[in-house]
C-alpha cells in the first residue's frame, strides 16, 4: 500500500512519500534508544512541563489539525476537531498524575523478612507503536502520552493513508520540548514491521488493528520475547432490554454505531432487541439512522462522511448483499452510491441468521444488524456469541439487570445506558480475539514499565524457616 494522503470524499491523490531506507529506518531506531538514555532519567515534572507544551500546541493548532485529519480518513470536521481536543486533554491527564501512578508502592516488609519492601516501576526502553488509520490523532496519543511521562520513547509506525497525521505528532513532541529522538515517525509499510521489532534496541510493542495483524505481531514478539498490547477488532453488542427508555436508547445506538463513519472499533455493532421491545426500537432506530446527512465531511452539517477506502465501502456493502441474499431485510440505506468518495448510506439490517456474514463478522461501516431475543439469557448467548470481547452496551433501568449484564458480557469494556467509549481514567481493551493487555488509567501507564521488586534488609542474614528460593 503506498503512503500517500487520498481525500476520501473525492478520491484523489493529494500527497505521497518514499518509504524510508533500511538505513533511515536504522538511524531512526539508533536516536530513539539514545533519547531513551536520556530521557528516563529526567524527572517526571520536566516530562510533564513537556506533554503540557504538547497539549497547549494541540490546542492551539487543533482546527487546522483537524482538517488535516478530516482530508486524509474522511471523519466530519466536528468529529476530528473533537479528537484533538481529547488528546490535549489526555497530555495534560499524564503529565497531571503521572508522578502518582509511577510512585514506589510500598509492601508489607514485616511479612517478606524486610527492612524496606517496595514496587517500583521503570521505564523499558524503546517501544513500537502500529496504529491505524481511524483515529490517527487518538490512537496513538493514548500510548504516547503515558509512554513518554514513564520515560519510555516511542517510534510510530501509522497507517499508510495518514503519513501527515503521523508527521505531526512527532513534530508536536519535538516542539514540545522532548529530546530528539523520543518519538518518532517511521515512514514505513508492514513489511518493514518485523524488522523494527526484532531489533534489540526495540524492547516491546503496542498495535491496535485487525485479528491478522495482531497475530502477526504476537507472532514476531513471541519469537524475540518482547511484551506486546493488543487491541484488536470488535463486534460490539447493544442489548435493549423491555425497561430501557427507549427514545434515549435509539438516540444513543444511533451514534454508537455511526460515530466516525461507522468505522469504529468499539462502535456498536449488533443491536439485540427484546421481542417486547424490539418493533419500537427498530421504528425509532432506523427513522435516526435514515434522517441523518451524508456529505462532505467539511461540511458543518454533514453527519456521515466517507469511508476511509473504496476497498473498505465494497467490503461492507458486500456483506449487505450478503445478508440480503440469505433472507434478511434493510430498514433503511443498503444501497451504494454512485460519484466521486467513498460514501456509503447509515443502513439497519434485520432478520438476520448464522449462515450470513454479518452474523458474526465485524461490520466497519455505517451499518446496523437488528437481532430479536426474548429473554435476559438469550440475550447474554448472542451478545457474547462471537470470537471478539471488546466493548459493550446494555440499556436497563432494572439494577439487578444493570449488576448481571456487568457480570456477564463478555467483553473489557461494559458501558450501561450510555454509548462505549474511552476514557484517560478507565483502562481500555479487550478479551478474547479483540486482545490483551489494557491501555489509559495506571494500567496502561505501567504496561510497558519495568514492575520491579526491591527489598532492602537489615545486613544480617535473613533467610530462615519457611524461607524458599522463588
Known amino acids: 500500500m503506498p503512503i500517500a494522503t487520498t481525500n476520501p470524499a473525492t478520491g484523489q491523490l493529494l500527497k505521497s512519500y518514499e518509504p524510508m531506507s533500511s538505513e533511515q529506518i536504522d538511524a531512526a531506531i539508533e536516536r530513539a534508544d539514545l533519547a531513551f538514555r536520556d530521557l528516563h532519567r529526567t524527572t517526571v515534572a520536566q516530562r510533564a512541563q513537556w506533554m503540557n507544551t504538547a497539549a497547549d500546541l494541540l490546542d492551539a493548532e487543533r482546527d487546522e489539525t483537524a482538517r488535516l485529519m478530516t482530508t486524509e480518513m474522511g471523519k466530519t470536521y466536528a468529529a476530528a476537531k473533537a479528537e484533538v481536543t481529547k488528546c490535549a486533554s489526555a497530555c495534560r491527564f499524564y503529565a497531571a498524575h503521572a508522578e502518582r501512578m509511577l510512585a514506589d508502592e510500598p509492601a508489607d516488609a514485616a511479612a517478606v523478612r524486610a527492612k524496606r519492601a517496595y514496587v517500583r516501576y521503570q521505564p523499558i526502553g524503546p517501544v513500537l507503536a502500529v496504529m491505524p488509520w481511524n483515529f490517527p490523532l487518538w490512537q496513538v496519543m493514548r500510548f504516547a502520552a503515558p509512554a513518554l511521562m514513564a520515560g519510555n520513547t516511542g517510534l510510530l509506525k501509522h497507517a499508510s493513508n495518514v503519513p501527515q497525521t503521523a508527521l505531526y505528532l512527532e513534530d508536536v513532541f519535538r516542539r514540545a520540548g522532548f529530546p530528539e529522538g523520543a518519538f518518532t515517525t517511521l515512514l514505513v509499510g508492514s513489511e518493514a514491521v518485523d524488522r523494527v521489532l526484532s531489533d534489540p534496541r526495540v524492547r516491546a510493542a503496542t498495535l491496535t488493528g485487525s485479528e491478522g495483524a495482531g497475530r502477526s505481531i504476537g507472532q514476531i514478539a513471541g519469537r524475540e520475547l518482547k511484551k506486546t498490547v493488543l487491541e484488536l477488532g470488535g463486534s460490539d453488542p447493544f442489548v435493549v432490554m423491555p425497561s430501557a427508555d427507549l427514545d434515549r436508547a ?221
Open 250 to 470: 435509539a438516540e444513543v445506538a444511533t451514534t454508537a454505531r455511526c460515530q466516525n463513519n461507522g468505522q469504529s472499533c468499539i462502535a456498536a455493532k449488533r443491536f439485540i432487541v427484546h421481542t417486547d421491545v424490539f418493533d419500537a426500537f427498530a421504528g425509532k432506530f432506523a427513522a435516526n439512522m435514515a434522517a441523518l446527512r451524508v456529505g462532505d465531511p467539511m461540511d458543518g452539517d454533514t453527519d456521515v462522511g466517507p469511508l476511509a477506502s473504496e476497498g473498505g465501502r465494497d467490503e461492507i456493502h458486500a456483506q449487505v448483499q450478503d445478508a440480503v441474499e440469505h433472507g434478511a431485510t434493510v430498514l433503511c440505506g443498503g444501497e451504494k452510491p454512485t460519484g466521486d468518495g467513498w460514501f456509503y448510506p447509515p443502513t439497519v439490517v434485520t432478520d438476520l441468521n448464522p449462515q450470513m456474514r454479518m452474523w458474526a463478522e465485524e461490520v466497519f461501516g455505517p451499518v446496523a444488524g437488528l437481532y430479536r431475543v426474548s429473554s435476559y439469557d438469550e440475550a447474554v448467548e448472542v451478545a457474547n456469541g462471537t470470537s471478539f470481547g471488546l466493548g459493550a452496551n446494555a440499556w436497563t433501568t432494572d439494577p439487578a439487570e444493570q449488576e448481571r449484564f456487568a457480570t456477564d458480557l463478555d467483553a473489557g469494556n461494559v458501558f450501561v445506558n450510555g454509548m462505549t467509549t474511552s476514557y484517560p481514567e478507565l483502562p481500555f481493551g479487550g478479551v478474547k480475539n479483540s486482545g490483551y493487555g489494557r491501555e489509559l488509567s495506571a494500567l496502561g501507564m505501567r504496561e510497558f514499565c519495568n514492575t520491579k521488586t526491591v527489598w532492602v534488609g537489615e545486613g544480617a542474614a535473613t533467610v530462615g524457616a519457611g524461607a524458599h528460593a522463588e
